[in-house]
């Protein structure tokens, strides 16, 4: 629920023999680091996250294109479309495999002109 610290302080042990000592945590030097917050009310229904935790994932504006947050299949996972999600996601990996095998044969083309010429 929470997470305090305390100064310690050594302090010579029973018998005084050097190497051998004790700390002690002096209690009005207190503080406390982290506590926790309590959990949103729809909490069962977004696996008991945070607010912090369910806000990390949502869009903004002024994102790079490139953000995975934008992705269409993210997006549609956010909104608890799954069967478009993956339908989605689907298309994409179509879509990246069809440009790859494009780039590769390309490159493999300049090769072959590259021995020709």
């Known amino acids: 629920e929470k997470m ?16 051998r ?19 949103p009310k729809y909490a069962e229904n977004m696996y008991y996250f945070s607010e912090l935790a369910l806000t990390l994932n949502a869009p903004e504006s002024g994102t790079a294109p490139t953000d995975s947050r934008r992705r269409p299949d993210q997006r549609l996972m956010e909104n608890g479309r799954w069967d478009e999600a993956n339908a989605e996601k689907q298309r994409l990996e179509e879509k990246q495999r069809l440009s790859r095998k494009k780039r590769e044969a390309e490159a493999a083309r300049a090769t072959e002109d590259g021995k020709e010429g």
């Open 4 to 19: 305090d610290c305390y100064k310690v302080t050594a302090g010579a042990g029973d018998n005084g023999a050097e190497g």
């Open 21 to 39: 000592q004790r700390a002690h945590e002096a209690e009005d030097s207190r503080v406390l680091l982290w506590k926790r917050n309590p959990l």
